[in-house]
């Protein structure tokens, strides 16, 4: 179980200056990936694929070089390890669900050759060594080592080769082309699991060395040369390197959390990822060696545990890294690895008046500190300069520190951008804050306000802009009341030199009409509203009549005492409207009023109503009869009340 590209020396520089690794330049990103979980993580750099074992789903996932998922191998039950072979032509997954290892054609993706290891052996781990496929397998005491021999005739599997260590879980193992001869199994199930050395020249496991290192071990990689091991655990703040020839330690590499999984690239630069259950790094890098790791924080939620979820791009150019898993699955990609992430604050005021001078401070930060002088170029992003402006730069201080001081010219949302293009040991940086600048507040006025006209008025209204800076355009919009009329913008244009803008409006409704500025770099946007009546229009007739003449002052309408008055009313019509009809009989000296009555009207505006009775006994009365629309009373408060006219009438014998 080898955890990093499996490419001889020969073969890597060959292919670094080919197609083959030619991976596309971007910037970090996060590929989303189908994982259920965080599984062991193969990097295939001649036909370009990244390998992912997701044992929940029973299949391997699979990427291009660019992290990016490209489609799946399915069918393999609880697929644990995988493993390339030499030439990278074939992968190797141990099928912990099927008690076999299967080889599969990394140029095709399809399966090519499987190696039962026996019932209930339960291989989980894999390693290629001298020609033969080494695996650990069983559970927990019930453990073991075990090989394929791919160099024989017929593949032959043989059992309980661990020359007399009793593993506590099955072994993780590693091998490396460059010292044949040798596997490494790590007793990982245990505390006093011990880290054994196996010579494995003559085709059978001896025992070179073996030392309990605290067991619990989380992941391990060799470096190039193979000649030693750093593994993650046990403890909780360090990777440990080991010398296989003798497992003398020989150095430590310090973390500030859990460690979980570890890869070497090609020139030897280790990483590694820590559980980060405080959220403050979780992939480190240690491009200078121990001292002063490059650190990273790529997830805000505890990274994966459990498997090998880190490895180098074939050519050591990129660092991929697991985080999320389940259904938030992703295959981070670090694009400049051994750089040191740079980190931008910028802190400006909250307010600040225009035209004066204002203060930005900001910090700077690496975990290779950056020296004072260093540029960092400014923009100002503001409403007259809605693109930037650049600024300049302004020099680093001491301890990351700097400052500036700027008078902005444009008032509202002001962003000023900091910017480290970053160096050959730091990564670019950006950052921004911004500060809100006053504005003046301009006269905004707009006439007619409270008025109420006939219906059908056609009605001028000016809206008045007093002083801005650049912006002399004012909108005008007209809200007629009711919810089938929408707001409507009815004109849009600059003031003239008094600073004024009209429009006629033909008023049959109710109406909020709003004059709007949108403001300017000095002067705040402002709107002045003017809600103005109109009333409706009321025409009553009356019908079966013999005559109509004045009389008492106005023209009544007589009616023999066998007609009944039809009253005919007409006014707009809206739905559910209905007239007010009212009803007066006048006696010595004034008007009597009877109860009012709402009647509807009808879909083209029109009211009917009969006047009944015994107007037998009417002979010789004066009445009276009136038609009006009164606002929230007669169904509706699209208009102003509006009352009609009285119409007189008397009967005769």
Do not use: C
Not at 31 to 46: H, N, Q
Not at 178 to 189: H, R, S
Request: proline share 6%; hydrophobic share 35%.
């Amino acid at each position: 179980m080898r955890k990093r590209s499996l490419l001889a020396a020969t073969t890597l520089a060959a292919l670094i200056g080919s197609t083959a690794l030619a991976v596309p330049s971007y910037a970090d990103t996060d590929r989303p990936i189908p994982l259920s979980d965080a599984g062991d993580t193969v990097v295939d750099g001649v036909h370009q694929h990244i390998f992912l074992a997701d044992r929940y789903q029973n299949r391997i996932v699979v990427t291009d070089a660019t992290g990016t998922y490209t489609g799946t191998i399915t069918g393999l039950p609880q697929v644990r390890d995988l493993e390339l072979s030499p030439d990278g032509n074939t992968l190797y997954a141990a099928l912990y669900g099927a008690d076999k290892i299967v080889a599969i054609d990394t140029a095709t993706l399809g399966q090519t050759a499987e190696y039962p290891t026996g019932a209930g052996t339960m291989p989980s781990s894999v390693s290629y060594a001298d020609g033969k496929l080494w695996f650990g397998y069983g559970d927990q005491w019930e453990s073991g080592l075990g090989v394929v021999d791919l160099t024989a005739e017929t593949p032959k599997v043989t059992l309980d080769l661990a020359a007399g260590h009793d593993f506590a879980s099955p072994p993780k193992l590693y091998a490396d082309p460059d010292n044949p001869g040798t596997l490494l199994a790590l007793d990982a199930g245990i505390s006093s699991g011990p880290i054994i050395v196996y010579d494995i020249s003559s085709g059978t496991p001896v025992i070179r060395v073996t030392e309990d290192k605290g067991g619990f071990y989380k992941d391990a990689a060799l470096t190039p040369d193979g000649q030693n091991v750093v593994v993650a655990g046990p403890g909780t703040r360090a990777l440990t390197e080991y010398r296989l020839s003798d497992l003398a330690q020989v150095r430590t590499y310090p973390v500030k959390d859990q460690p979980e999984t570890v890869a070497i690239a090609p020139d030897g630069t280790v990483a590694a990822t820590v559980l980060d259950t405080d959220d403050i790094g979780d992939t480190y890098v240690f491009t200078n060696g121990p001292a002063k790791p490059s650190v990273r924080n790529i997830s805000h939620s505890w990274m994966p545990w459990g498997a090998h979820a880190i490895s180098w791009s074939a050519d050591g150019a990129k660092l991929f890294v697991q985080t999320d898993p389940g259904s938030n699955a992703k295959l981070h990609r670090i694009d400049r690895p051994r750089t040191y992430e740079a980190t931008l604050t910028v802190n400006a005021p909250t307010t600040a008046a225009r035209a004066k001078a204002l203060k930005v401070t900001g910090r700077l930060t690496s975990g290779l500190a950056l020296p004072a002088g260093t540029p960092l170029k400014v923009t100002r992003t503001d409403m007259e300069s809605p693109k930037g402006k650049s600024l300049g730069t302004r020099p680093l201080g001491t301890g990351g520190a700097f400052s500036f001081t700027d008078t902005p010219q444009s008032g509202g949302r002001v962003t000023y951008t900091v910017t480290y293009e970053g160096d050959a040991a730091h990564t670019s940086a950006k950052a921004a804050d911004s500060v809100a600048v006053s504005r003046a507040k301009p006269v905004l006025k707009i006439n007619n306000s409270g008025k109420v006209y006939a219906y059908g008025k056609d009605v001028r209204f000016t809206a008045h802009l007093g002083t801005t800076y650049k912006n002399r355009t004012v909108e005008i919009w007209a809200d007629p009341f009711g919810g089938d009329k929408p707001n409507k913008r009815v004109k849009t244009g600059r003031v003239n030199s008094h600073g004024d803008l009209s429009v006629v409006l033909d008023l049959r409704r109710d109406t909020k009409v709003t004059a709007r500025f949108k403001g300017d770099s000095r002067y705040l946007a402002a709107s002045a509203t003017s809600t103005v009546g109109a009333k409706v229009s009321v025409s009553t007739s009356v019908s079966n009549h013999y005559r109509a003449k004045s009389a008492w002052g106005h023209t009544y309408y007589f009616f023999h005492k066998t007609r009944n008055p039809l009253i005919t009313t007409k006014m707009p019509y809206y739905p559910a409207r209905a007239q007010k009809f009212e009803f007066e009989v006048y006696y010595q000296g004034r008007w009597y009023p009877g109860d009012p009555a709402y009647f509807r009207l009808g879909t083209s505006g029109v009211s009917k109503v009969t006047i009944t009775g015994n107007h037998g006994q009417d002979v010789g009365w004066r009445f009276r009869v009136r038609s009006s629309y009164i606002n929230g009373s007669s169904g509706d408060s699209v208009n102003s009340t509006t009352y009609g006219a009285w119409k007189y009438f008397t009967f005769t014998n």
